[in-house]
């Protein structure tokens, strides 16, 4: 099965991608917590309530706003999420199974194991793991930011499109 067989049978033609990082030092504990718990998540240090609650009023660049719009407000049910390690592997493909985001403080707070604060509900429908991670054909170079919207006809799709998961 191709990344294109699962936006046919969901009937979309677009995905996202993301990455579970803190640069990097942290992203085999942060998958691990994702998979366990069949989510995935944003935060930004300055974004220190309900993403719908403070967007007029936060002070982000306009790159981690667009973010958080896609993240909490464009994402819907049947979305699918390739979560990536980095530019060159694939950890898991999400599906989106819940209409709404949910943002958890706790979280972030680290009265409970340490996760970021908004989180989206997913299913799992493919799982390769920290140690099993799948390699992509070529690297995703440039995919510095923490979530994308891959559309027809870019860069970026047509290096995963018929990615075989």
Request: one cysteine or more.
């Amino acid at each position: 099965m191709t990344v294109r067989d699962l936006l046919s049978e969901k009937g979309n033609d677009y995905f996202y991608i993301m990455h579970l990082s803190y640069e990097g030092r942290e992203r085999e504990r942060l998958w691990n917590y994702a998979e366990r718990r069949e989510i995935i998540g944003l935060e930004h240090r300055d974004v220190n309530d309900d993403w719908n609650n403070v967007r007029e009023s936060v002070e982000i660049s306009g790159i981690w706003r667009k973010q958080f719009e896609m993240f909490c407000n464009e994402m819907k049910i049947g979305d699918l999420v390739l979560v990536l390690n980095g530019w060159d592997s694939l950890l898991g493909v999400a599906e989106v199974i819940e209409r709404r985001y949910q943002y958890d403080e706790n979280l972030s707070s680290g009265t409970v194991e340490r996760f970021f604060d908004h989180i989206r509900r997913v299913r799992w429908r493919r799982i390769y793991g920290y140690a099993n991670r799948l390699r992509l054909p070529q690297p995703i170079e440039g995919f510095n930011n923490t979530l994308y919207k891959v559309k027809p006809n870019t860069h970026r799709w047509s290096i995963l499109i018929n990615l075989n998961i």
